[in-house]
């Protein structure tokens, strides 16, 4: 699958190196900047431990710091948490504050709200955007190479410019005269305008080899059972980088759901929080950052393999 | 198999596993009727993407010039010319905002590409703890934004914040941080570097495993030390993915709007956080001036088309 990956690798090693990687190669990995000869010296360990131990040092407390002051932030009390200087530990747990903003910002519709666009979102990229790729891809339309064409010149323009004139057709569709303002459609059917996930997809089909697809026509299989039985089972590992994309994209996502879900009943975790910020004293707002935080945060530690890896071979969309 | 390079003419090709039949007086038809139902089922498949496109992608795109031209007053559109364009170069806060965002690029730049490299470039040497290291720094990637943003407006409080905490500790004056015109780019830089870091130090701890160890090797039989190694072996080998992260994200920060928005309601302290997409924000939803927004957004647009371009350039020449 290089294809796939804009961060290519080279091949591996020249054989007459191999040698003198046999360290390295023992540990699976190449050789990098510091020689295995220069770290090996005892001098060479001595500094290797301390700058490791610093930098471990460092990220823990620049990374976890601020989760842990947020986590704890929201066990103190009203007072303690704007008392200056601030305390390291809460002084009395007081786990009321989580159920205090579970409830008055009513952070189980949020959540349910943020789930339902999200996954709605995916499910509509993954037919929409899947079966468009496919067809670009495979099936070769008449046409196919200018309506990919068109699609990839919107990544062109930049999203924030569109935002103006794309909620006003939201606010009055055009033909079909709707207005979509408040509505889980607004989220859903623009998240179908992803070119770059078209893209990864067609050229994920495009590496797919033709004899595979040929085989089946012979059997007498239809383009939608070619895609199902053929397709989609070899194209595993990208759907799951297109449906992180999707998901993580919608549920980060501030602008477009501010203005298209205004009402405070549809409005999503980042919105609703935002909106009632100021209302509610700092202890139970930070409890309530830490609850939205916890679902991403249990998403990512269960697939943080698969995401990461996905960030990297997706190419370079961050 | 190499990607498809003929479309169009492919159409009335034979379909893949289509068997040569006896030429007879209706196979030109038979085979115009095959290319044609080829043709229905493969626009079936794209229909449903190509009507969300139409609606929500392409059509937006005409919206925006026909609106930079138009103006609304009392339900009746008409032709503005030019007016949009020159209402919104002398707005005062048209310079202000461009300023603003260009100090934001800038330090973001200073700071959020210099520092995963730096981040990336150390973790690789790393032959320990390495998966928890990478964790850390995509931790805050997968927060919600609010949570991340007003957690830092939270540390940022002058009075019972973490960070003065901090700087009181390392014997430093204390700061206003988010209400002090001059520290308030800054610290929304800061916050956002801090959010999202940790997607381009994954890109580059990738590209940096894709250097073969012999450069090295090579460059220390030429008595190179760490630093001309960086310089004549890391550098160069990612110099692609480089400057492909360094336009991507010229073109993110130009249009950061939820971080400033989040810290300082959009405009700040004497509208030092204003940017360009904020302003675009309050002409259309504040002042319902969606001309001038459309203007300032066409404006934006002309400015990064140029960024954009030197990208799919460059990502063209790295797939070969």
Known sequence: ?318 | MSAPTLSTGKASAPPPGHHPRPTGPDSAREEFVRALRRNISAHGFLIGAVLCFSFFSWYPMVREFLLAFQKTEDGTTTWAGWSNLSYVFNDPAFWQAWRNTLLFTVLALVLGFAVPFVVAVVLNEFRHAQGYLRLLVYLPVMLPPVASVLLFKYFYDPGYGLFNRILEFLHLPAQQWLQDPDTSMLSVVIASTWMNMGGATLIYLAALQGIPGELYEAAELDGAGLLRKIWHVTIPQTRLILSLLLLMQIIATMQVFTEPFLLTNGAGPEGSTTTVVYLIYQYAFNFNNYGGAAALGLLLLVVLAGFSAVYVRLSRSSED
Do not use: C
């Open chain 1, 1 to 318: 699958m290089a294809s796939s990956t804009l961060v290519s690798r080279r091949g591996p090693g020249r054989p007459g190196s191999r040698k003198a990687r046999r360290r390295d190669a023992d540990l699976g990995r190449q050789r990098t900047l510091i020689s295995p000869a220069q770290l090996g010296r005892p001098r060479g360990k001595a500094v290797y431990w301390i700058v490791f131990a610093l930098v471990v040092v460092a990220f823990t407390l620049a990374f976890l710091g601020p989760l842990y002051w947020m986590v704890t932030g929201g066990l103190k009390t009203t007072q303690e948490v704007v008392q200056s200087p601030p305390t390291a530990f809460p002084s009395s747990i007081h786990t009321e504050n989580y159920s205090q903003a579970w409830n008055v910002m009513d952070l189980a519709q949020l959540l349910f709200n943020t789930l339902y666009y999200a996954f709605g979102a995916l499910a509509f990229q993954l037919v929409l955007d899947v079966a468009a790729a496919y067809s670009l891809s495979k099936l070769r339309p008449m046409f196919g190479k200018v309506i990919l064409g068109m699609m990839l010149a919107t990544l062109m323009i930049p999203a924030t410019v569109l935002v103006v004139p794309q909620y006003l057709t939201v606010l009055d569709v055009p033909i079909f005269e709707r207005n979509l303002l408040n509505s889980p459609w607004a989220i859903w059917l623009p998240s179908v305008t992803n070119a770059f996930n078209i893209f990864l997809l067609k050229r994920f089909f495009d590496s797919i080899p033709g004899e595979l697809l040929d085989a089946a026509a012979i059997d007498g299989a239809s383009p939608l059972r070619t895609l199902r039985s053929i397709i989609l089972p070899i194209s595993r590992p990208i759907l799951g980088v297109v449906s992180i994309f999707a998901v993580v994209g919608v549920w980060k996502d501030f602008l477009w759901p501010m203005l298209t879900l205004p009402d405070p009943g549809k409005q999503t975790l980042n919105v609703g929080i935002y909106s009632l910020s100021n209302g509610v004293p700092t202890n139970v707002l930070i409890a309530a950052l830490t609850i939205a935080s916890v679902p991403t945060l249990l998403i990512f530690l269960l697939f943080q393999r698969n995401i990461m890896s996905g960030l990297t071979a997706g190419g370079l969309k961050g």
